[in-house]
């Protein structure tokens, strides 16, 4: 959740009547601290309680109005969460919205839901026999991962003071790759214990290694959490891999590490696209595995799993027994309430899908990613990711290879999430010096696409890098689509007088102290990560045929793209004329928010 600061009107009023654009309004209605008389309504109060009520209808309709400044969710291919799920799905959610998942006595039908859940996740991870698994459902993975974090701390604890040894001097410690979601720093902070962040290159994949892994443990480490699924490129980390290592260490030293897992994406895309891939609790060392239930589990966004492998893993003393709601029941959770509708909708869709239907879901969605990394490939962009590659070479291979099986099944190509991460290549960063990377995310935001260009993890972050998420609302027209509009923002770019060209560079212009005209940006402009000049509407720009060659994957042309019909350029309706952007201030923390076109 993000934080939110109080607003003051008073302020808000003084600060809009020095601003650039507001102060243009000055003499008129507008008040930026009230909604405006609409719907038959006086002005309504946007940042203090008002005094009356006004009729449910305008209510609804002034927050549906205003919701439609949001992008479209099926166009963030920035996120890995589950944008839609079908009219069933809905129907059953909403009937089941006022429910608390935490209350047992009142609700049993929706506890043995729950205790279902468990029990396929469990299955589904390979829990060995004879082992009693346990497990519950969170707000989310970074729940989940404080929780199994806290389980491994406990026990350590407990280990350490059996041997009579301080717990508190030098303390715990945690080990993780630098490439971790910040979830997994969260937790060290939160509960004091020391994040050992393992670096991170190019060599590796921009995930951890375990041969440097191991190198940062010693008898006060808690654990270690390997992520089955980067949120920089989607690449594996090897548990298997880091368990040998572990097993190695402990024959040593006689010092027993743990694994946690964190399968916040993997753990519902592994099983389903890699059925023999160990990384679950069949590998000895995983004590225990998260997931999200919201990403590729399918679910609406609020849903998060945890499954240790065996009840003796979870210290006791982490249990609470509450007695106050009817009956005695156990809870292993950071907070209390929480809404059963999201567990109902999991169990909604590991029945309607069944193995199944998440198999075909994943392999379209794996399918999907290749497909948009093989036409960025041939463009002007080198791939981060790997998914695309075959297994049987090497990563410098031509992907000809794998495009000649005409085979599609995942275990032909090296393992992942169906994440694209890429770069301005080489050749076109050299040949047109003065773009810069950040401006095709900007400029992709003007036709309702959001795709992220940030920095790579510590040790590389000298790397820029786009990435798109595909999930199962993304479909083989979208990504059609998508290519072609990359490839036409980034072409819009290689003239130095271009529209867009120009757009970008007086964007940059007053933080930069470059004197608007048509010259380029400095190429010493420092890469930022959340860069302010993100326009609205920008126009489309001129296109040359000595480009038209990019854009096609094995010989075909992308279907719906500017290569299949050339002289389209610009003739969209959707294709917005106007250069509006967006004020930003040097107070500002992040981002201003704008609205976005419909690309589609």
Known sequence: MALSRHIDPDELLKACSDHPHYSLLTGTTNNPTTHKPVYGLSNIPKFTLPESGIPKSAAYQLLHDEMELDGAPILNVASFVNTGMDEHADKLFAENVNKNLVDFDEYPATQAIHTRCISILADLWKVPKGCKAIGTATTGSSEAIMLGGLAMKKRWQERMKQAGKDIHKPGPNIVFGANAQVALEKFARYFDVEARLVPVSVESRFVMDPKEAIKMIDENTIGIIVILGSTYTGEFEDVK????????????????????????????????AYPDYEWAFSVSRVNSINASGHKYGLTYPGLGWLVIKDENLLPKDLIFELHYLGTAQSSFTLNFSRPAAPVLAQMYRFLTLGRQGYTEIVKVDLANARMLSRALEMSYFTLLSNIHRPVDSSLATSVSTAVSRDKEDPKYYVKGLPVVAFRLSDKF?????????RWI?????????????????????????????????????????????????????????SDNTLIMALAEAPKKGIAPGPAPPDPAVETSKNHTAQHRGAPSSRHHDKHHKHGKTGGRVIPGSHLEHPGKHGSDGNRLESKAGIHKSEQDDGPGQVGFGRPC
């Not at 595909?470 to 770019?493: H, K, N, P, W, Y």
């Open 441 to 497: 995310q900007q400029l992709l935001r003007s036709k309702g696409w959001i795709v992220p260009n940030y920095n790579a993890p510590k040790a590389a972050e000298q790397i820029e890098m786009l990435r798109v998420v595909i999930r199962d609302t993304m479909s083989a027209d979208l990504v059609g689509r998508l290519v072609s509009d990359i490839l036409e923002v980034t072409e819009s770019l290689m003239e130095k007088d």
């Open 241 to 272: 891999g880091m368990s040998e290592l572990l097993d190695e260490y402990q024959e040593r030293t006689g010092i027993d590490i743990p694994i946690h897992v964190d399968g916040a994406s993997g753990a519902f895309v592994a099983p389903f």
């Open 429 to 437: 960063k050299e040949e047109f010096p003065y773009v810069r990377q």
